[in-house]
């Protein structure tokens, strides 16, 4: 086993794998940019290093500072995680070159199936349908208009080095041939440092099928069902679901033996994702494989029981793996959506803000796998991805309500986010249906919904607590509390209390200025009781407070020292749940000793 494995990644994946090191007995070590100083991937890692400026390139992408901090950490290990160098043959040959074990896919197989065409031409070779086009570059656009008459329009011109939806231009007439073939090389070379690009015939409305592959040095490899992420913009995934809507035993067999067969041909070791298309008419071709671990590998964890990134360590370790073909079984159904820091009025452009509020949502069947907290700072310089948001349900119908009372409790303030996109989206009747949603993920009538829900508060926010509201509301719900245990009344401010920052709530700053001025009981504004009164007060004495209606509030312990209290000066807040020595709690009207 290893001692420490380097994580060479930032935010929620970061952590993720973190978890799964720990669980294993393994020292995380993380690294970051002077931007993510103080990221919660930082706080996690059981030792971190500084890789130097926020600029991805001076940092998460420098291979030779990374492989530096794995030397001073004596790290065995490194584990990509997704992004930044996930993919990079040159990466993981130069981690192996350095005595450690990269914990991924060998080199080789990163080569080949980083390389579209080169891909294509080894899958064709093997068997593996592939969507009709070339295996070869494009050398210029007078070849595309000839591919164009040759295929039929649309096509799609792709980068031959490209993934993540980067580098890709659609052709729907010869009019477009030109400009198009000059955007997707301008694109190769921006992104990808290769300004290759071939073409595929464009399928029109297909389902986005993939297959989750895991791969052994013993030859093992299996599938573990497929991912439905038709739900995209821009050919950027929004959703992601399994098992498909769309596929059934019989094909589910067939489309995984695709998967089984396309790692097997390139010599795959680790978890890995075949991607493909599945037509209309139920024809199934492999468009492109991606080397890593994947952003929405959670939701076949969760149908399947398996930790993929154990699975991924302990291939890595030589082991072989953990679970037989026939042993794999998908329970119920699983959802995910991306929280991404975007603002979908405005085109879903990224909206890195400060992140003032955050709440996660909880309960039965539900996992978030996110990366920050409040008082984060979303940046522009990277991802703008927030969290993941994931539900398990027994089926497809029980999975979406879980999810959409999953997203009416999360409360993130701050930066706008895809959280009202999701709540519009999972309640349209093409989702319902199990639809590919054509059409509908950028109309306005679904960006026009996605703000008015939006807007509307989270249950899990302070405003829709249980203490706030007025008049009778408010007189009902205090009644309700003064009928219960005090333990409960306590535990129950304790669950209300809302996420103020690092501070917390009631805290003051280092500048003696209170973060957030509170209610008695934590929510809202203070309010200084109806009757202003002067008392002398002995140390230690309860000091009670009634709100604008004259009703009773909750009880703080106030230690203050003896003599009058100034007039009409507000009790000290010590927090919701804060109340010091309970045993001693007494409420005006309760009998003596409860």
């Known amino acids: 086993m290893f001692d420490k494995v380097l994580v060479a990644n930032r935010g929620e994946i970061a952590i993720r794998v973190f978890r799964t090191l720990r669980e294993l007995g393994i020292g995380a070590v993380g690294v970051y940019s002077e931007g993510d100083r103080a990221a919660l991937h930082v706080a996690y890692a059981d030792e971190a290093f500084l ?47 350095a005595g450690l074990a990269w914990i991924g896919p060998p080199p080789a197989a990163l080569e ?73 090389r301008r694109q190769g070379q921006s992104y990808f440092a290769n300004p290759d690009v071939y073409v595929e015939k464009l399928i029109v409305d297909p389902r986005h099928v993939e297959v989750q592959v895991l791969a052994d040095s013993h030859g093992n490899v299996v599938h573990l069902g497929e991912r439905d ?30 998967g089984v067969e396309a790692a097997r041909a390139c010599g795959y070791r680790s978890a890995g994702t075949v991607e493909g298309l599945l037509t209309q008419d139920g024809d199934y071709f492999f468009m492109e494989m991606n080397t890593r671990i994947q952003v929405e590998h959670t939701v076949t964890e969760m149908v399947t029981g398996l930790d993929l990134v154990r699975e991924q360590i302990l291939v890595a370790l030589g082991e072989p793996l953990s679970v037989r073909q026939e042993d794999v079984e998908l329970r119920g159904h699983a959802i995910e959506c991306r929280i991404n820091a975007e603002d979908v009025a405005r085109g879903f452009l990224p909206a890195p803000a400060r992140v003032t509020g955050y709440r996660e949502p909880a309960g039965p069947g539900v996992r978030v796998d996110s990366g920050v907290a409040a008082g984060y700072e979303v940046s522009g310089a990277y991802d703008p991805l927030v969290a993941k948001l994931i539900v398990h349900g027994v089926d497809r119908e029980h999975a979406r309500r879980r999810m959409l009372r999953a997203l009416d409790e999360f409360w993130i303030e701050g930066p706008a986010t895809l959280i009202g996109f999701h709540k519009a989206l999972l309640s349209h009747p093409c989702f319902v249906a199990g639809e590919t949603c054509h059409g509908v993920v950028e109309s306005d009538e ?58 917390g709530p009631g805290r003051r700053g280092r500048g003696g200025q209170r973060r957030r001025r509170l209610a008695h009981a934590g929510h809202g504004p203070f309010r200084p009781c109806g009757r202003r009164r002067r008392s002398r007060g002995r140390p230690g004495d309860l000091r009670r407070r009634g709100d604008e209606d004259g009703e009773r509030g909750a009880c703080a312990r106030r230690r203050h020292r003896a003599g009058p209290l100034r007039r009409g000066r507000p009790a000290r807040y010590h927090g919701p749940g804060h109340l010091h020595d309970r045993s001693r709690l007494a409420i005006r009207g309760a009998p003596r000793g409860v």
């Not at 500072?65 to 990466?91: M, S």
């Not at 038709?230 to 033996?257: N, W």
């Not at 509390?481 to 401010?493: E, I, S």
């Open 51 to 97: 890789l130097g400026p926020t600029p991805a390139a001076e940092s998460y992408l420098a291979v030779d500072r990374i492989l530096d901090a794995a030397q001073r950490a004596a790290a065995q290990a490194v584990h990509p995680g997704y992004g930044f160098l996930a993919e990079n043959a040159a990466f993981a040959q130069a981690v192996e070159d």
């Open 112 to 184: 080949l199936m980083g390389n579209k065409t080169a891909a294509r031409t080894a899958m064709q070779a093997a068997g593996v349908p592939i969507i009709p086009g070339t295996t070869d570059p494009l050398g210029s656009a007078e070849e595309l208009l000839s591919l164009g008459d040759e295929l039929g329009y649309p096509i799609l011109i792709k980068a031959a080095a490209g993934g993540g939806g980067k580098g890709m231009e659609e052709v729907h007439d010869p009019a477009q041939a030109e400009q198009a073939f000059e955007r997707a």
């Open 229 to 258: 992420c038709t739900i995209q913009r821009r050919h950027q995934k929004l959703i992601e679901e399994t098992p498909s809507p769309a596929v059934d035993e019989e094909l589910r067999r067939r489309i995984g033996a695709i």
């Open 446 to 503: 679904l960006a026009t919904r996605a703000a008015e829900l939006a807007g509307a508060s989270p249950v899990a926010s302070p405003s829709n607590s249980v203490l706030q509201g007025t008049g009778a509301d408010r007189r009902g719900r205090r009644a309700a509390l003064r009928g219960a245990p005090v333990g409960a009344r306590a535990g129950v401010a304790r669950a209300c209390a809302p996420a103020t920052g690092p501070g």
